[in-house]
């Protein structure tokens, strides 16, 4: 089921299966990236209970082993609907006996949307409905329709995780001054570019851009998909709560980077939008 917000110049498509975007068009041109399979068949996932990727695709948890595979699996499950209208949205995730099975614990995972002028504000809000502390991470990857010759403005100094080529953080470069990064074929050969501490990034050709603004979010990533050395046409920028294993982790939930903990009853929320341009 998918469910259209709009305004006068900017229309968003969502789909309640994964609560995803799926389509942007802002005046009249499509800023998402449309899932073809031949490159990626995603469009906008959200990344919940982790992001990224664990290593061996599992974790311990109070002495017992789960498969959990990269960026869990609230983008590959049906959310209710709760609320629609012209220009907002609100979905709902909770556990089932399938989620159970890899995520020991019940939640409520609320995915809002909603069209203000030339901005997508997005909403998350994750309800810890157990007897015990959760622990859990979340975040997003819209991937959009930028080519190489497009420029990533950062304009600050941050911390890059370096995957160099695996899933997992190998390394981590302490204060990097980055401006501008024109995207090539070269700039994602190492995998994703993962940096920490940005409030504000975008994304930008010579003729349109986009920009996520995602204060206190602890990490961002960068990505697009390598085929025969060539970048995939489309870029993603992903803030996020949490970021994939490091190396050399024990596999520990309760002390994996980049987790978030939550007493019981505890609510956490944040917030990024998308600005069109």
Known sequence: MNITLKNKTLEVEID??????????????????????EY????????FPIVGRLLDDEYIYEDKTYKLTQHGFARDMQFELLESSDNKVLFL????????????????????????????????KVENTNDKEMYFQIGAHPAFNFLNGSYIDINKVTNQYLLEGTPYVQDITANIKYDSIEIDNTTFTKDAIVVDNIDYITLRDDTKSVSIHCNNFPFLGLWTKLIDNENAPFICLEPWHGIADFSFHDK?????????????????NATYYIELK
């Open 40 to 47: 990626w068949k995603r469009n906008s996932p959200v990344l």
């Open 252 to 268: 520990q939930l309760v002390t994996k980077k980049g987790i978030n903990i939550l007493q019981k009853g505890e609510i956490f």
């Open 93 to 124: 995730l909770r556990e089932n006996e399938t989620s159970l099975q890899r995520y020991p614990f019940t939640f409520n995972l609320f995915i809002g949307y909603e069209v203000i002028d030339n901005r997508i504000v997005v909403t998350w």
């Open 16 to 37: 309640a299966f994964g609560a995803e975007l799926k389509s942007i068009q802002y005046n009249d041109i499509e800023y998402l990236w449309q899932g073809d399979p």
